[in-house]
């Protein structure tokens, strides 16, 4: 993992800490068609196996891939946004890692 990469965990778990992120519509509706809970996001978020740079999102926001592993043992990857100032993280989307 990259130092950017290890920045972004933190600000993301900082975040979280703080309850100052958000879920889309989209990053809920795709929690629940794979039967994910937040705890499984956390776990991911917790103990990520790869976190890379995706570019900027429409917004200019810093835009980031978490892989790791569910809290049932199932591999996913999330992706969300990561606001500097103020700090804030939008959680996009999640899908299964294949």
């Not at 937040?38 to 926001?61: F, L």
Request: aromatic share 10%; charged share 30%.
């Amino acid at each position: 993992m990259t130092a950017e990469a290890r920045r972004a965990i933190v600000a993301i778990r900082t975040c979280i800490n703080a309850e100052r992120y958000a879920l889309t519509v989209h990053f809920s509706e795709r929690m629940a068609q794979r039967g994910l809970f937040w705890p499984d996001v956390r776990a991911v978020i917790d103990g990520p196996e790869n976190v890379r740079s995706q570019g900027m999102d429409d917004y200019g926001r810093a835009k980031w891939i978490i892989r790791g592993m569910t809290a049932l043992g199932d591999e996913i990857e999330i992706v969300c946004a990561v606001e500097i100032d103020p700090a804030e993280t939008e959680f996009i989307t999640l899908y299964w890692e294949h």
